[in-house]
Structure formats: C-alpha cells, structure tokens
Nanobody
C-alpha cells in the first residue's frame, strides 16, 4: 500500500519562503515521477512541478525561477522549495506519485500567502 504524506504548509507573508516535503511509503518501483499540484479556491487543479527518478524537472511557467523541486530517491521523498511567494500562490498543495501507470495523491497541505 502506497501512502503520501505532505508537510511544511502554513502561513507566510508575501516575499517569504516555505519548504514543502512529501514522503512516500510502501513498496515503490524505482522508476517513477513525483511532483506537486495545487488548487486555489475557484480554480482548477494545476501542475506546479515534477521530477522523475533521473532528476529531470518540469515547472509551470507561473513558478519558474521561484520554486525548486528536488527529491531523495533513497528516501522516496520529494521537496518543493518556494521562494518569493505571492498571494496567488495560496492554494492547497498536493503531492503526487506516478508509478507503473498509476497516480497516487496525498491529502494536501495548505499554503497561505498573506500579509
């Protein structure tokens, strides 16, 4: 059974930084993709960033240059370093894992950017 548990969300002021973590547990095939989606009130869920097991990354244009995704393959953990946060970054951030043609989702961690 695969589980994803996010942590690191919270309240931060505009211009601040936050680091999200997501640890995957269970038996996980080594070739996979992990990443982050987010959903703000009234908006559709959108891809934020992904990173595969070879550390190839992909970012949404809206976060490029501000967010950095990384992973620790030995720990099956993915991170999202968020800098220069804006109010528009406020959303519920979901961790995901794509492996063997199956998507797994965390329950989400709330990020609120407000003064």
């Amino acid at each position: 059974q695969v589980q994803l548990v996010e942590s690191g969300g919270g309240l931060v002021q505009p211009g601040g930084s936050l680091r999200l973590s997501c640890a995957a547990s269970g038996s996980i095939y080594s070739i996979n993709v992990m990443g982050w989606y987010r959903q703000a009130p009234g908006k559709e869920r959108e891809l934020v960033a992904t990173i595969d097991s070879g550390s190839s990354t992909r970012y949404a244009d809206s976060v490029k240059g501000r967010f950095t995704i990384s992973r620790d393959n030995a720990k099956n953990t993915v991170y999202l370093q968020m800098n220069s946060l804006k109010p528009d970054d406020t959303a519920l951030y979901y961790c995901y894992l794509y492996v063997l043609e199956v998507n797994y989702w965390g329950k989400g961690t709330l990020v609120t950017v407000s003064s």
